[in-house]
């Protein structure tokens, strides 16, 4: 779905990401602070002069310190202010800790948490501060495991389901099956939202439209908003709500203080899709 690694290694003095054959992002590398391969992927960590810590998955860009806000604010908030009480949550992926820094600004009563790779999680305590104190706080719940083999295996149910994936590669591909959907729905509660993260509009419209496809086999609402991503493909970057009863243009309450990039306004306006996508979704 998305780009790839040019220069495996970060000791090179910058990192290229190509999107497509003759397009791409580059980095340049002040210097490398973490690199290892673990059980499911290559991990690094390096560090940028504009963008600061820089956390690559497999040679993609992931997260960086300076605009991790506006993926994990877009990827958490619509659906936490427009279900009507979002108390029991659970997390697949996302072993930077960005989404789950996002959900504890509500007064939730439990984060479930699964990441396949414990070495992402030691990574993101060491080199991602915000990570730590989330994962010391008394309402989450971390679980090492596959997301898909967790949602076969447990028996509860939760309020909002995020989906906080990488690239379909590598141990992420369960994430983006249709089974994947199909169990996650049976772990939802009456009313519930599941969010996932879905690519960029310019470079992976075929997969968004195959999403969609599937999507509206599952659920009754299946929507795609979009925000801002300056260091993933294209710069935007688009989402997936999907539900049987929560509208996502209905919000219940005000985001929390403090946010960067999202407010009621940009709510209203992530859902509002230009004609190239409205037509192929
Ligand atoms: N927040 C990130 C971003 O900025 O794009 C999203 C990427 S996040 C680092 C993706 C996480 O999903 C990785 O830590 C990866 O180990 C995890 N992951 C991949 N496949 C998984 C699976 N099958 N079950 C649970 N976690 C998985």
Redesign the pocket.
């Known amino acids: 779905m998305t780009g790839r690694a040019k220069d495996k290694d970060t000791d090179t003095k910058e990192i290229r990401e190509y999107h497509a054959s003759s397009v791409g992002l580059f980095f340049t590398v002040d210097s490398v602070l973490y690199r290892k391969q673990?059980s499911?992927?290559k991990i690094e960590v390096f560090v940028n002069e504009s963008f600061g810590k820089v956390?690559l998955?497999d040679g993609l860009?992931?997260?960086?310190e300076k605009d991790?806000f506006f993926?994990?604010e877009m990827?958490v908030h619509p659906a936490c202010t427009t279900h009507s009480s979002p108390q029991n949550i659970l997390v697949?992926?996302?072993?930077?800790g960005?989404?789950l820094k996002e959900i504890l600004r509500y007064p939730v009563e439990s984060v479930c948490h699964?990441?396949?790779?414990a070495q992402?999680?030691e990574v993101?305590k060491e080199y991602f501060p915000w990570l730590s104190p989330c994962l010391k706080d008394k309402r989450v719940d971390l679980v090492i495991?596959?997301?898909?083999?967790?949602l076969r295996e447990i028996e509860r149910t939760f309020d909002i389901i995020f989906v906080?994936?990488?690239e379909p590669i590598?141990?992420?591909?369960?994430?983006h099956r249709r089974d994947f959907y199909e169990t996650a729905k049976k772990r939802l509660n009456e009313e519930a939202v599941v969010v996932a993260?879905i690519g960029s509009p310019l470079y992976h419209l075929e997969f968004i439209r195959e999403c969609s496809a599937t999507f509206k086999e599952i659920f009754k609402t299946v929507r795609f908003y979009v925000g801002p991503?300056p260091s993933?493909p294209g710069g935007s970057w688009c989402y997936a709500f999907l539900s049987d009863n929560v509208d996502p243009l209905v919000l219940q309450r005000d985001p929390p203080p403090g946010l960067k990039c999202y407010n009621r306004d940009i709510h209203q306006a992530a859902f509002a899709l230009p004609p190239f996508m409205k037509d192929t979704i």
């Not at 697949?92 to 930077?96: A, E, P, T, V």
């Open positions: 673990s499911y992927q956390l998955l860009i992931q997260t960086t991790e993926y994990h990827l697949i992926g996302g072993g930077d960005g989404a699964v990441e396949i790779d992402v999680i993101g495991a596959d997301g898909l083999e967790f906080d994936s990488s590598g141990p992420s591909v369960a994430l993260q991503a993933y």
